[in-house]
């Protein structure tokens, strides 16, 4: 072992050690409680693998509900991934649920007219930025109360969508289009995951190979989007003089207004780059089914809020956020898979699930640090 | 905005927050301290013993206070009719969407002298007609077809009422119906807005309060005779069974967020899809009326619902869930303004670290303020199931979102809230009068109150608009405004 790595490790593990002194009694109560049920639900599951938690075990390690979380994760992460920017930068945005909305229909309408999945998605993307604006106007220019206001564009949102469908294809669900390809059908040369063997002759690593390469190959291209933004973002949050003029701008707003960045500007580049972000999940998810349905709720169905919970939960680390989605979406997949496979359990019952999962996790965690400034309105002193 | 208003916005910082209630609560605790008995609870109220100073300073504050409902009134108002101009252009923007035969309304300008005619363009909705029936539709027709405030003068009728105009007509009925329950539903939101908490759940907490409601004078009506006395004891068993379901329901967020930090935005939410499955889950399995397609309850026996009063049974109306509805509305308002509880309330909502120093137990007074929004809300979901529906059926409309968007448009004022509550149920009642004359989806109701809690939000906005000055204007022009307009708004109040 080399110098470099023995020290690199020595700051990784100073740094869980300092993680975990930061922790409350409850968090640590709450993480000791998780990890033994989740100990004691494998080991069941191992042991008796014909019972409840022996399916549960198989269903869980299964690739099509790998496959399923991961495909469920895309709208999520990707809307927690604006709402880390836009928090950070001090403006709290609980309208990514509108966001996604929007974007949802935006992309099939845009599909539908254009032909090109490609451009309506970014149709998709460009009608959450906008609303991501007109929700920045209200907040930045007219210092208007960002809970509210973030209400304000759900409630819109919810209304305008279904509204535009109703106009455009006579009802409440748009017509079907065309859904985001997989990698394979858009580079030919690749093999399909039916033409590549399951564990290439090599017990457990192969297997392993073969799971990851089978899931990676079924997955669409938003899945890859979505991966990409997660490391993009991180970068982009933790490594550039933007990334820093954000997080100043959450946290200590004056002191980025003396260093001569001008402190609005900065919140409306976070704001609309959440518009960006969550406008991307919302196309993804439409035209990963290649419609839009109205009904109720919508097809967004709450994921905008559970967005709120994951990077709350992922403190506000894009890598963060995408485990803590995953992990949501993990419950969900579990759900359909659930239902598919008709275990005796009542799926309206299972259907909460993530739901209450999201509360207790709260409850455990508690309150999470959010920036200094978030939600207040700066305003700089100079006339 | 008086001069004092200037002070409070300063201090207060933003418009949620009622100047006069932070410094009305200080002042009282600043009297209760000095008169030696720390302990006591809280002295609402004028207080006799107070300084001449104290009066100044409280009948300044009473001025204030005026001012500042004049305000939110008129900010409501013009959050109105600009959410009605936003709803124009996108009922027009709809009519060139959509195809049709013959253009409903056509926008084009006036040729005279033989001028040749520029601009015309075609619209398949009428925004005149859209609006005209959505609020006049609401309340049964009752103008005389072209009739306008100035038809008398131009030799017209004097009597603006069309023949044959029944106040107590069915729309009318659906218009009320809508009404009451909104508000109950608002007055839920408003009483955890001025406790300083957003309760979104007051949907999840109206839904399993109708179910609660449903279900208990289902299991009492066997034993309850039928007439007048079973209808006063179901009725009365109902709404009790509802408040209480309601409020443990509400109390949930609110300990969540009393002890455990839980920020209840996010888990008043997830508690609303927690009571929508939890509900379809019962009455799915153990209390699904056999006969029935939809997944619903049997319905409760006729004397179990509320009588109508004036209104015909099959209105589904009764003006005794309103005047419930209205008792209400004046008890919260004594309950917020004139009692102890109320005024640790609103100070935990206006300034929660002065109520704690002020002897305030904060904890406990978020638990009972969302178990008191969530009751109201249950109420809701009670009177839902007694005077409209009948019986429990899964897919309850969204009176909790809606109750949001009344609260917000009422300022979180008790006395608000009724007005604010005939609004949205007009609007809502007059969507489908909308549907059914001009084709345009009930959903424009949805996207209006989007508009409207938009428009509320931003009160700078207006008064901006008001000062004649954009948000652009360069700075030294607006620096001579606002000298101009006195000590209103210091430099500070300008941005940029």
């Not at chain 1, 590549?196 to 392993?208: A, K, N, R, Y």
């Not at chain 2, 410094?23 to 008995?37: I, N």
């Not at chain 2, 109220?45 to 500042?68: E, N």
């Not at chain 2, 979102?401 to 917000?408: A, L, N």
Request: net charge negative; charged share 15%; glycine share 14%.
């Amino acid at each position: 072992m080399s110098e470099s790595t023995r020290s690199a490790l020595d700051r990784a593990r100073d740094g869980l050690i300092e993680r975990l002194d930061g922790l409350s009694g409850r968090q640590t109560a709450g993480l000791a409680a998780g990890a033994v049920v989740l100990v004691a639900f494998v080991a069941a599951g191992l042991a008796r693998p014909a019972s409840l938690a022996g399916e549960l075990l198989d269903i869980a390690t299964s690739e099509s509900a790998f496959g399923a979380a991961l495909r469920l994760s895309v709208p999520i992460a990707l809307a927690a991934l604006g709402g880390i920017f836009a928090e950070k930068s001090g403006v709290i945005n609980i309208g990514l649920e509108g966001l996604l909305i929007i974007a949802a229909f935006g992309a099939v309408w845009g599909t539908d007219i254009t032909g090109s999945i490609l451009l309506g998605f970014a149709l998709g993307v460009i009608a959450s930025t906008l609303l991501a604006g007109l929700f920045a106007v209200v907040c930045i220019e007219f210092r208007a109360d960002q809970i509210i206001a973030g209400l304000a564009v759900w409630l819109i949102a919810l209304g305008l969508a279904p509204f535009a469908s109703q106009v455009v294809y006579g009802g409440p669900n748009t017509d079907s289009v065309g859904t985001v390809p997989t990698l394979p059908e858009v580079l030919w040369f690749l093999p399909t995951a039916e033409q590549i063997p399951t564990s290439f002759g090599v017990p457990v690593v192969g297997g392993l190979v073969g799971f990851v390469l089978d899931v990676l190959l079924e997955a669409s291209l938003s899945v890859y989007l979505m991966l990409l933004m997660v490391v993009a973002s991180w970068y982009l949050l933790n490594r550039t003089a933007f990334g820093r003029w954000v997080r100043a701008s959450g946290e200590n707003p004056s002191a980025l207004d003396t260093a001569g960045v001008n402190v609005s500007r900065v919140r409306y580049a976070a704001v609309l780059l959440s518009g960006v972000f969550a406008g991307m999940g919302g196309a993804a998810l439409s035209l990963g089914l290649g419609q839009f349905t109205g009904n109720g709720p919508t097809m967004v169905n709450g994921k905008g809020f559970i967005a709120i919970v994951a990077y709350l939960f992922g403190n506000y680390n894009p890598v963060g956020a995408f485990l803590s989605t995953f992990l949501f979406a993990g419950l969900d997949a579990l759900q359909l898979t659930l239902q598919t496979r008709g275990t005796g359990i009542p799926d309206s019952l299972v259907r909460i699930v993530p739901f209450v999962t999201v509360i207790v996790v709260l409850a455990l965690v508690g309150r999470t640090r959010i920036p200094e400034a978030a939600g207040e309105h700066y305003e700089s002193g100079e006339e | 905005m008086s001069e004092g208003g200037g002070d409070g916005a300063e201090g207060g910082g933003e418009d949620r927050a009622d100047p006069n209630g932070i410094a009305d609560g200080s002042s009282d605790r600043e009297t209760a301290g000095a008169s030696g008995d720390p302990g006591e609870g809280p002295v609402p109220g004028p207080s006799g013993d107070a300084a001449p100073p104290m009066d100044r300073a409280r009948r300044a504050l009473d001025r204030l206070a005026s001012a500042s409902a004049t305000e939110r009134f008129l900010l409501s108002f013009a959050a109105l009719v600009l959410s009605i101009a936003v709803g124009t252009v996108l009922v027009l923007a709809a009519g060139r969407a959509t195809t049709c035969e013959t253009a409903a309304f056509v926008l084009t300008h006036p040729t005279p002298f033989g001028l040749p005619r520029l601009f015309s363009m075609g619209f398949c909705f009428d925004p005149v007609a859209v609006f005209d029936r959505l609020f006049f539709g609401a309340l049964g027709d009752p103008f005389k077809r072209g009739w306008g405030p100035l038809s008398p003068f131009r030799g017209g009728p004097l009597n603006p009422f069309r023949e044959g105009y029944e106040l107590l007509n069915p729309q009318m009925a659906v218009t009320l119906r809508e009404t009451t329950i909104l508000v109950f539903s608002g007055l839920a939101v408003a009483v955890a807005f001025r406790a300083g908490i957003f309760n979104i759940g007051t949907q999840g907490q109206l839904v399993l309060g109708a179910l609660g409601t449903g279900l208990s004078v289902l299991w009492a009506a066997p034993f309850v005779p039928a007439g007048m006395a079973g209808t006063v004891v179901l009725v009365t068993l109902g709404l009790l069974v509802g408040a209480v379901v309601g409020g443990l329901y509400g109390a949930i967020p609110g300990a969540l967020k009393a002890y455990a930090e839980a920020n209840e935005v996010i888990t008043t939410i997830m508690l609303n899809f927690v009571a929508t499955g939890v509900a379809f889950f019962l009455v799915a399995n153990y209390f699904r009326n056999p006969d029935s397609q939809a997944v619903e309850t049997t319905p409760v026996p006729d004397y179990a619902n509320v009588p109508p009063l004036l209104f015909e049974p099959r209105d589904d109306f009764s003006f005794i869930a309103l005047g419930l509805g209205a008792a209400l509305v004046v008890g919260v308002y004594y309950l917020l303004e004139q009692t102890s509880f109320g005024y640790d309330v609103r100070t935990s909502g206006l300034q929660p670290d002065a109520a704690e120093y002020g002897g305030v137990n904060a904890e406990r007074t978020v638990v009972y303020s969302m178990a008191l929004s969530g009751a109201l809300g249950g109420i809701g979901g009670a009177i839902y199931v007694l005077m409209i529906l009948g019986k429990f059926q899964t897919g309850v409309p969204a009176y909790g979102f809606d109750g949001i968007t009344v609260s917000i448009l009422a300022g979180n004022n008790p006395l608000g809230v009724g007005f604010a509550a005939f609004l949205f149920g007009t609007l809502k009642s007059g969507s489908t009068v909308v549907q059914f004359a001009t084709d345009v989806p009930p959903q424009l109701v949805g996207v209006l109150r989007g508009l409207i809690i938009l428009f509320v939000a931003m009160p700078e906005f207006f008064r901006m608009l008001a000062r004649g000055i954009g948000p652009t204007a360069d700075p030294e022009r607006r620096a001579v405004a606002a000298d101009g307009s006195g000590a209103v708004d210091t430099g500070g109040e300008t941005d940029e």
